[in-house]
């Protein structure tokens, strides 16, 4: 397939007085993992509405396979399937009966519906759960249960909208795997995240979106390196001692700390190595066992932060509530 799997020039969509996505330019090649990385409210799913056609674009054009989302929509939900933020099969139905019931809508006879469905049960790990209603799954569970529903009949492209939030990592582990292999089967994915390690972990390509603006894209290496500046990563023995550390990490480096979720990792840009050298022996006077440390590429949260100005959680509620209002 030669042409472009999505192309959008100058693409703008607007509600009152707030440009949701503000003259994004995209060009995605076939059979990728694209990841859309910014915070909730950047515009991200407000894109993906466009393109999946459930939403009229006010400016610019995008055309997904080679169809234009507004004159050609029915072509384009023709080859395309999308998975949002929340579960769409019916909870009170098992899986088998959720499956079969989109099998069969889609066209399927009674025994191809029921052997697609239990191919796809198998194939997402949940043939054990397969007479259980769906109310009885557990978040990763459901997840996968719904991308399975999304590509009863194999997608060409698929819409990935935030489809790990909320969940335990091991569940989004889970769904990262069943994302790789839908790619491995050709079908090319475009990832909505706000999770910078799941950008890392899944996109070939990213654009980092803010305030309705593609602000940078490239690889993640790419992404990386034209930050300019080396990271120091470090881990320490406990949380009681991350404060500490995070307070000489700024006074000695100069820049802001991240803390990651585990609340005793911390990462900080390190432009000068000898800096770094005599802070980890300051640590280590100060009582602050270091259990392990690199210096090397800066994170994508770094990268964002270097971007943006702010890190990708800020400003998440109030910017949530308007995209909530907006996407109505």
Do not use: C
Not at 13 to 31: E, H, S, Y
Not at 59 to 70: I, K, Y
Not at 189 to 199: K, R
Request: net charge negative; aromatic share 4%; no cysteine.
């Amino acid at each position: 397939m030669s042409e472009l799997a999505i192309e959008t020039k100058g693409l703008v969509k607007v509600f009152g007085d707030n440009r949701a996505v503000d003259g994004v330019d995209l060009q995605i090649t076939p059979g990728m993992v694209f990841g859309l990385l910014g915070p909730n409210g950047a515009g991200k799913t407000t894109t993906i509405r466009m393109l999946a056609t459930l939403l009229r674009p006010d400016g610019g054009s995008a055309t997904v396979l080679g169809h234009d989302v507004v004159t050609e929509a029915d072509k384009v939900r023709s080859r395309v399937s999308m998975t949002g933020q929340y579960a769409s099969v019916d909870e009170d139905l098992t899986g088998t009966e959720n499956l079969v019931m989109l099998a069969r809508l889609l066209g399927f006879d009674k025994a191809g519906a029921k052997a697609r469905a239990a191919e796809l049960l198998d194939a997402f790990g949940l043939g054990d759960a397969a007479d259980r209603q769906i109310k009885n799954y557990s978040g990763g569970m459901r997840r996968r249960i719904d991308i399975a529903a999304s590509i009863v009949v194999a997608p060409d492209l698929i819409f990935l909208d935030e489809p790990t939030t909320g969940l335990d990592p091991r569940s989004r582990n889970q769904v990262w795997n069943v994302v790789r292999a839908l790619v491995a089967d050709g079908t090319t994915v475009l990832l909505t995240t706000q999770y910078l390690d799941e950008a890392d972990q899944l996109a070939d390509r990213i654009a980092v979106i803010d305030h309705g603006k593609v602000i940078a894209e490239g690889t993640s290496s790419e992404l990386k390196a034209s930050v300019g500046a080396g990271a120091l990563h470090v881990r320490v023995s406990g949380p009681e001692r991350a404060e500490r550390a995070e307070q000489m990490l700024v006074d000695s480096l100069g820049g802001e700390v991240i803390r990651e979720s585990d609340g005793v990792s911390l990462s900080a840009r390190a432009d000068d190595p000898t800096r770094v050298a005599a802070l980890l022996t300051e640590l280590s006077n100060a009582g602050v066992e270091v259990t392990e440390f690199s210096l090397g590429q800066p994170s994508l949260d770094e990268v964002f932060l270097a971007l943006t100005g702010h890190p990708v959680e800020e400003e998440t509620e109030r910017v949530d509530e308007r995209e909530e209002e907006a996407v109505r």
